[in-house]
């Protein structure tokens, strides 16, 4: 026996329904516009607008129920459907693994970082006393 729709789940339905069949209407009353003695071209694109309209709101509830189903789906279209997934993951070790740093063994970087340091250190200081931001009454260990 098939289950019948209850007043709850159709009423959107019967409120989409009329909402469509208004916009039909007034698409049809903007052609009684157009061909009256006062009517403008501007009436022949409600006449074809006003459809639309209505077709876009049948077309909403449509997408709306389908969203509905698929989120109240049974529990074994929810484990079919979570194994599709599994399925889709990439293997593992196909893709690179991160790029790791290399330690610094080259005694001339090391020395070159430093002379770097030690420059950053000295231009540091000079705009700081620049700005008079500098204290030369405090220690360097406060």
Not at 38 to 56: E, R, T
Not at 70 to 92: M, Q
Request: some cysteine.
């Amino acid at each position: 026996m098939a289950k019948r729709p209850s007043a709850r789940t159709m009423a959107p339905w019967a409120a989409l329904t009329s909402a469509a069949i208004g916009c039909v209407a007034i698409g049809a009353w903007q052609w009684d516009q157009l061909e009256s003695a006062s009517g403008v071209d501007q009436n022949a694109g409600y006449v074809l607008l006003w459809p639309v309209f209505g077709a876009f709101l049948f077309t909403a509830g449509l997408t709306w129920r389908r969203l509905q189903r698929a989120a109240t789906g049974s529990a074994h279209t929810t484990a079919a459907r979570l194994e599709t997934l599994a399925t889709r993951e990439l293997p593992p070790g196909l893709l690179p693994g991160r790029a790791t740093t290399l330690p610094e063994t080259d005694d001339a970087t090391a020395r070159y970082n430093a002379y770097l340091a030690t420059l950053n250190d000295r231009d540091l200081r000079q705009q700081l006393r620049a700005a008079g931001l500098d204290n030369p009454g405090r220690s360097r260990r406060d």
